[in-house]
């Protein structure tokens, strides 16, 4: 983060080994995934792969987008 951008870097929202592990990943995402009827999912590089194959609600085909 700079003087020339107010808004901190998103957190990736992942778990490393699994949902009830408490271990959050804490990377800087890069990808927000849609989702049906939930919010949308914000995750590291390192994720975007087991959330678009394993997460609930994913759409298909995916859509995703690129957060800086």
């Known amino acids: 983060m700079t003087a ?6 998103l957190r990736c929202a992942s778990r490393h ?3 009830r ?4 990943c804490g ?3 890069r990808f ?3 989702c049906h009827a939930r919010p949308p999912l914000i995750v590291c590089p390192q994720h975007l ?4 194959l394993l997460a609930d ?12």
């Open 4 to 9: 020339a951008d107010p808004t901190p870097a």
């Open 17 to 19: 080994s699994g949902p």
């Open 21 to 24: 592990d408490g271990e959050e």
């Open 27 to 29: 990377a800087r995402a």
């Open 32 to 34: 927000e995934i849609a």
């Open 49 to 52: 792969g087991p959330a678009l």
């Open 57 to 68: 609600g994913v759409l298909w085909p995916p859509e995703i987008t690129l957060v800086r």
